[in-house]
């Protein structure tokens, strides 16, 4: 499977404590996004990269959030000091910068359950 | 109010019947639209990529965009059990850049 790639599928934590996830994007992909989904809503922007820079961050990413691209491959989201609010799916998408025909692929998304 | 207005649904249909589903927009910097398919549990996956205004047709599925009314459509025709999912329109600014969705809306197709 040459798709989007993210692990892990699910994650159960207790309020308080961290949690990272990790995204694989499509190989030839430069570009790298990470969105959050809660029920009934459509995906929310968080942050994207181009190669390892991280160009934007929505103002949904509170402090508490850093997402990482250290060799412009794979990504990590971290979230630190969980609260009940950040349960939600986390999507991670990969694009090719600035095409014409380039759109967003997505992987499957990390559910994430805070307790 | 949103940027992207999309009707959540539930829509329910039966099988064989042509299925509309649309999304107004309020940013006239959006270039590029899409429909994506999300089955629960799943993440989006992508139907429709157009650019500007038009139609484009795939199989069953067919994209209208009408940049002038800030409107998109996507039509099903002989819509089958296996379309029932949530249906996503989503749009941006520039080719492979972020994209701005709509809430989807909710499509059961009945046999």
Not at chain 1, 28 to 49: I, K
Request: aromatic share 12%; net charge neutral.
């Amino acid at each position: 499977d040459t798709g989007v790639s993210q692990d892990p599928r699910h994650k159960i934590t207790k309020r308080g404590q961290n949690v990272t996830f990790r995204c694989d994007p499509i190989s030839e992909h430069n570009r790298l996004y990470w969105y959050r989904q809660t029920l009934g809503q459509g995906p929310e922007f968080l942050t994207y990269f181009q190669n390892e820079a991280q160009l934007e961050k929505s103002r949904l990413l509170s402090d508490r959030f850093s997402a990482e691209r250290p060799k412009g491959s794979f990504s990590t989201l971290e979230i630190q000091r969980t609260e009940q609010g950040d349960s939600a799916m986390y999507l991670c998408a990969s694009s090719l910068a600035l095409g014409a025909d380039s759109p967003l692929h997505f992987g499957n998304g990390t559910r994430l359950t805070v307790t | 109010q949103k940027e992207v207005e999309q009707d959540p649904g539930p829509l329910s249909v039966p099988e064989g019947a042509i299925v509309s589903l649309n999304c107004t927009y309020s940013n006239s910097a959006f270039q590029y639209f899409m429909w994506y398919r999300q089955y629960s549990r799943k993440g989006p996956e992508l139907l429709m990529y157009t650019y500007s205004s038009g139609n484009k047709e795939d199989g069953r599925f067919t994209a209208q965009v009408d940049k002038s009314s800030k409107y998109i459509s996507l039509f099903i025709r002989d819509s089958q059990p296996s379309d029932s999912a949530t249906y996503l329109c989503a749009m941006s600014e520039g080719g492979g850049n972020k994209l701005t969705f709509g809430t989807g809306t909710q499509l059961k197709v009945e046999l």
